[in-house]
């Protein structure tokens, strides 16, 4: 979730992919009665809904178009979403919790009349229907425009779902949002996790050792001008090859996000918002104790390995958006000297998946690295000698 919400910045999708599993499964768990009052969707024709389809089931492990089973990614494995008039989380700061406050003073109703409105749709929904109140609260918050977590819809797209979701509460009614949704994550957010995943280090610390490679090649080469210049042996220019040598293999790691100082002992980084307490209590607002806002890096890391911290920005369904720029932590990270950024604290990589894909790419960058820098060298030796000094 921390991807979603820090670096790609569409949490939403999971959320709600979330939310439509468990609903699905929550639907086809009613009586047939309550099941006749929202008929399947026709997606054929888009303008009435098909005949009651009781003996209907959510997907469970046919294909999808992108060729994989539909839970092959356990999306549906995550804890079920905290019920919103449950006890606020102390981890939420003040200023989101007003800002959510804020969010809320407006029904979910009238969220949806005005969506449905903006897309030309002028009559009410069917109020009889089995959750209709919880689709209202989805409508308002995932499809209607300017929602807290508004989906990544085309217009097209919303007045078709909106429509749908006018005439029936079933789960059919959203299947452009579900494949969209699932494309989203399937094609683009776990390929893109997956990446982040093999990176090791911050950005600060990349862009230090990448650079760092640079200065090795450069090093390298203004050696080799100073010798072919001089009236040395020519075997003197063999000490280029280790400054090329590492110097590229350095830079080719980088390319890919690697530290290959980090990756020896099999470590990362930690994250900008793993380096200070994730959020604090509206209680630690009131009394403005610095203390109480943050505790050491082990500590934090431990808790929520734990499950000890919950951040303000989770799996839950309804709520604020999923912007963190109030959060603790960015503004402290903010005012981070640019060497304790460089230089932060590493964490041993639990997962060994992670650490196979490193070895691979650190292997491969060496192999580059090999077969750069030794013609390079040959041609640097095979110079002729200038001799003007």
Known sequence: MDYLVYVSHDAENLQFWIWL????????????????????WSAVDGLQPTGNDSKQRPRTAEKS???????????????PPMSPTGPMSP??????????????????????????????????SFTIQPFRSEINRVISHYIAPNSPRELNLSHKTRAAVLH?????THPSALSLVRDIVEGTLRGQSHPNFIRWSICNGNKPRVLFVRNSGIAHVVGAILLAIILVLSHASRWWRLFCFPLFLVGISIGVAAYKGLCVIIHTGHCRNLRPWEQFADSASLD?????????????????YSMSNRGGLKRGISMDTFGTSNSYEHELWVERYKKKPLLQRIFTKNIWIQEETVRVLQDRIVVQSHLWSLIVTVPLTVGVVALPKVGLY
Not at 65 to 79: L, R, S, T
Not at 164 to 168: E, G, P, R, S, V
Request: a negative charge.
């Open 284 to 300: 630690s607002f009131d009394r403005d104790d610095e203390a109480a806002l943050s505790t050491s890096t082990d500590d934090v």
């Open 21 to 40: 599993q468990a609903y699905t499964r929550k639907f086809y768990a009613t009586s047939p009665s309550e099941q006749a009052l929202s008929p399947p």
């Open 91 to 124: 981890q939420f700061d003040k200023q989101s919790f007003i800002s959510g406050m804020a969010n809320t003073t407006r029904s979910a109703a009238d969220s949806v009349e005005d969506a449905n409105a903006q897309v030309g749709l002028k009559w009410q």
């Open 164 to 168: 749908a979701l006018q005439h029936t």
């Open 65 to 79: 178009k992108f060729g994989v089973n539909e839970y092959e990614i356990n999306f549906d494995q995550q804890e």
